[in-house]
């Protein structure tokens, strides 16, 4: 089926640990972002990406390292998880960046707990 | 700082009257609004935008509207129903959203029978 998925659903890992979470989708977007839920926060973004190779800095990037290899793909890893990495991470795309196009599609979302 | 404030963290409405949720921004860069529904375990799902070249946009029972000179922005739900409790939150962004969208940190709707 079409769309956006993110793999796994629901983590629980120990500090220290390194852990990915997948992003994949079907639309062919150009761009691809990972944003972290956190109550009292909203959603805040952590990395995006505008095209295969192409990869930047948001809002919340501390702790976190993105590749993107594949259009369809955006891998995030947490190389050493920390307490404060407990949240919902939700990957999301859109079409081409340009204006008018801003509208992004969310994947499930994933529940990490680091212990 | 926060660029995107939605000020009331809930809001109950009865059934069939209007839902009004609020949104105040802060960046006049922003061109591009959007509003997103969000049940528990699911993603957040687009609902209704604007572009700031527009005051007003509809879409069945909602609305947008948008004041540039304040800065703000609402969402109107008429009829209201009961699927529409949810998380709703506001979200604006720039050049396309090139580099992502700003989120509000979003109103807890509930629609009382």
């Known amino acids: 089926d079409a769309g956006i998925t993110q793999s796994p659903r629901y983590k629980i890992t120990e500090t220290g640990r390194q852990v990915t979470l997948m992003c994949h989708q079907t639309?062919?977007?150009?761009?691809m972002f990972w944003y972290r839920q956190d109550l009292g926060h909203g959603l805040r973004l952590i990395y995006y990406?505008?095209?295969?190779?192409?990869?930047d800095k948001g809002e919340v990037p501390d702790g976190y390292v993105v590749s993107r290899s594949k259009t369809e793909n955006f891998p995030l890893t947490l190389e050493s998880a920390t307490r404060s990495q407990t949240s919902v991470y939700f990957c999301?795309?859109?079409?081409?960046?340009?204006?008018?196009?801003?509208?992004?599609?969310f994947g499930p979302g994933t529940r990490l707990t680091v212990l | 700082d926060q660029q995107v404030k939605q000020n009331s963290p809930s809001l109950s409405v009865q059934e069939g009257r209007i839902s009004i949720l609020n949104c105040d921004y802060t960046?006049?860069?922003?061109?591009?609004f959007l509003w997103y529904k969000k049940y528990p375990a699911e993603g957040p799902t687009f609902l209704i935008s604007?572009?700031?070249?527009?005051d007003k946009n509809e879409d069945g029972r909602f609305t947008v509207f948008l004041n540039k000179s304040a800065k703000h922005l609402s969402l109107h739900i008429v009829p209201s129903q009961p699927g529409d409790s949810a998380v709703y939150f506001c979200a604006a962004s720039a050049y396309g959203g090139a580099d992502g969208l700003t989120f509000g940190k979003g109103t807890h709707l509930i629609i009382q029978p």
């Open positions: 604007i572009s700031s070249i527009k």
């Open positions: 999301a795309s859109s079409d081409s960046g340009a204006p008018g196009t801003d509208t992004q599609y």
């Open positions: 639309w062919s977007h150009s761009y």
């Open positions: 960046n006049s860069m922003f061109d591009y």
């Open positions: 990406s505008a095209a295969a190779d192409i990869t």
